[in-house]
Each structure stands twice: as structure tokens, then as C-alpha cells.
């Protein structure tokens, strides 16, 4: 609990143990599991982009300006790619609606 309320920036713990809590994070290279997080909050921050061919250069374009406006929202982008095959794209539909992910 108190390194949630240390990674969380909780008023509810002391200068003191947050230094320490700090400290030991970066010694160990901490980085928190996002999955336990958003069951937390509700929010996965990860948004799916479905296209049909990566390598059409349309798709290709539209894929690299989701990422950078999903990046500058604080987002991060997921990318399927489903080759036209709607087999394909109903399993990514499926993973992703089980992941809690956006999908558009």
C-alpha cells in the first residue's frame, strides 16, 4: 500500500518514506503493472488502430498519426493488422474487447 500511495502521489504518506520508497524503485528498476492499474481506474490508456493492409501507404500513414496523437494524449496505440481476413479480425475484436482496450 505504500508504494501505491508513493507512485500514486497520495498526501497520505511522509516526505521521509517517500524518499526511501522512491530510492528502492529506481534500485530496482520498478515499473508498475498497467493491467492491475486500469483495473483500478477503469482505463486501459491503450487504444487499438484495426486496418486491413499495413502495407498499403494509406494505412500506413494513418497508423503513424493515430500513434502520435494517441502518444501526445497519453496514450499508448495497439496495431492490428487483419489482412482483409475477417477470421483474423474477429480474434483481434475479440482480444481486444477482453483487454479493456479502445477500440476504433
Known sequence: MTVS???NHS???????RKKVE??????NYIPNSSARS???KKSKILSLMITDISNPFFTSVARGAEVKALQMGY???????????EKESK???MLISTGSTVF
Open 76 to 86: 499508448q496505440l495497439l496495431l492490428c493488422n487483419s489482412d482483409e481476413n475477417i
Open 39 to 41: 483495473l483500478v481506474s
Open 23 to 28: 530510492a528502492v524503485i529506481k534500485e530496482l
Open 92 to 94: 483481434y475484436i475479440d
Open 5 to 7: 500511495r508513493v507512485i
Open 11 to 17: 498526501d497520505k504518506i511522509s516526505e521521509k518514506t
